[in-house]
């Protein structure tokens, strides 16, 4: 008797720990495979984006001992591919102070005069922010490619006694030979621009700011120039900040277009012009890569809201980058605007389905198309003709989750394009009961490139002039693949299914 009420209690403890375990792994189907996401605790910003010598750095604000946000200090990953991330250990630690967002730079001509002259040299600055006192920029290097870093001792290398001063990202200005500073004063919604020979001492060279959208923050900011497309050498220079974005309430970026002289940047719109990153809510703190020489710049973002970020349903992570995307501008009949396009090669993703030219009416599964929710996909859908109220996409549960489903599409009659994830699964917060809308481009086609990954989906259209990035946490455990055409016929141009 004693030995069956011991197997009983065995079998019970048993049952309790399986049942934890399995529900610890059950969030790890919600991890994106194709974009980075710490093995464990909490990410925000990425920082210190640098390629050098094959592979890709990505700094990232990281709590290395929990899930939500805290400790803050530069965690490090690699990459070949942008597409796989290799995580190696925390970079540069907090110490009395927080480590802040910021940049990495090459010292190519070891013009700081740090560290050993006979190796390559990064140098990260950085903003050490000191809870409930202040923020300044300090300034730490590396000679191991980003491994390990020594803090200045000097530093800071600037501060203007500010409660609120972050965000450093540093470029090379070649006309006016100085490294350029963009950095940001939050709560005035000003950025501060500065020059340097040498990475340490920092002159002020102007301030640009309280234009576009001055709601809620101003953080992150980085001033780039980009190519113009259909103009062979023709080139603008784009100030991106973090701020408010198309949604109150939630966080977003925002970007301004003109020029930049070595000393002042002038935005060619008028003041009141807000011009947004990304119409989706989960895309915020983008920064460029620094060193890549390609034609089109490149960066990532931070894919989550500081509106909801807490909540996000997931462990032992929390906080995930989007996909890198190769930055230009393109003519509109509204201006300027900027295009963003997947980076990574995609080749290592097969193709699973394709088909041309067909109609399709109400909401019907495609084809002999055999959907996973283990795996991660690129879909590009191109529609000629469209007399329904609404098209696209509808990724939807199975069984009992049956009424679960996330929709991408476009409304043709407000001419928006949306992603609507209201029935989605989890939903953390109200901000997913809000549809993501985004303003159809004129002359521009009606094409989507779609890149779906577990929790994150980021949405292309219209050759990567629309941007949507949204999270989903589905519930269902098996999905299909739909598609829909709400009252009235679409054609269908051609659908391409890649999956990995
Ligand atoms: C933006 C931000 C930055 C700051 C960092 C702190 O998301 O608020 O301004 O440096 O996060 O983690």
């Known amino acids: 008797m004693k030995n069956l009420h011991s197997s009983i209690v065995l079998i019970f403890s048993l049952l309790i720990i399986a049942n934890h375990v399995w529900g610890q792994e059950s969030t790890e189907t919600w991890r994106p495979a194709l974009h980075f996401s710490p093995k464990k605790n909490w990410t925000n910003d990425p920082n210190g984006l640098i390629y050098f010598n094959g592979y890709y750095h990505l700094f990232f604000q990281h709590n290395p001992s929990g899930n939500q946000w805290g400790n803050m200090s530069w965690g490090h990953a690699k990459s070949k591919d942008l597409l796989h991330w290799e995580e190696l250990p925390v970079a540069i630690p907090k110490d009395s102070a927080y480590i802040f967002s910021g940049c990495v730079v090459l010292d190519k001509d070891h013009v700081s005069g740090l560290g050993d002259p ?117 080139k603008k220079w784009v100030l991106f900040v973090s701020s408010q974005g198309p949604y109150k309430d939630y966080v977003g970026m925002q970007y301004f277009v003109g020029d930049f002289d070595g000393k002042n940047f002038k935005n060619e719109n008028s003041p009141e012009t807000k011009l947004y990153v990304d119409h989706g809510k989960d895309f915020y703190a983008a920064i460029p890569f620094s060193n890549v020489n390609f034609e089109k710049p490149i960066w990532l973002g ?46 290592r993703l097969k193709p699973q389905f394709k088909q041309a030219n067909f109609k399709i009416m109400g909401t019907s599964k495609l084809g002999n198309f055999k959907f996973s929710n283990k795996k991660s996909y690129l879909i590009e859908l191109e529609v000629s003709r469209s007399v329904a109220k ?37 939903i953390i917060h109200k901000g997913f009961l809000l549809e993501d809308r985004a303003d159809l481009i004129k002359g521009k086609g009606k094409k989507i490139r779609l890149l779906l990954d577990h929790s994150i989906l980021e949405v292309l259209a219209q050759d990567g002039l629309v941007a949507i990035s949204s999270l989903r946490f589905p519930i269902a455990r098996e999905e299909e693949f739909w598609l829909f055409s709400s009252n009235k016929e679409t054609i269908i141009k051609q659908i391409l299914i890649l999956g990995l």
């Open 118 to 234: 006979k190796k390559p040299l990064f140098v990260a600055i950085y903003t050490a922010d000191f809870p409930n006192k202040g923020e300044e920029q300090h300034l730490a290097y590396s000679n191991d490619e980003g491994l390990t870093w020594v803090k200045y001792e000097m530093n800071p290398i600037l501060n203007i006694h500010l409660k609120d001063f972050r965000d450093p990202n540093v470029f090379w200005h070649e006309p006016s030979k100085q490294f350029v500073m963009v950095v940001s004063k939050p709560k005035e919604f000003i950025i501060q621009l500065y020059g340097s020979k040498n990475l340490i001492r920092w002159d002020l060279l102007s301030e640009f700011g309280q234009q576009g959208d001055v709601e809620k923050i101003w953080e992150c900011p980085s001033l780039l120039q980009l190519p113009v497309e259909g103009k062979v050498g023709s």
């Open 302 to 347: 931070w894919a989550l809201n500081w509106a909801y970020a807490k909540d996000q349903p997931t462990s032992p992570w929390r906080g995930q980058m989007s996909s890198v995307r190769a930055l230009s501008l393109a003519s509109t009949p509204q201006g300027l605007r900027l295009k963003q396009v997947f980076m990574p090669k995609m080749d």
């Open 390 to 426: 609404n098209w696209g996409i509808s990724i939807r549960g199975v069984g009992v989750n049956s009424n679960e489903k996330i929709d991408i599409g476009f409304d043709e009659e407000k001419k928006q394009w949306f992603v609507d994830r209201k029935k989605s699964g989890k």
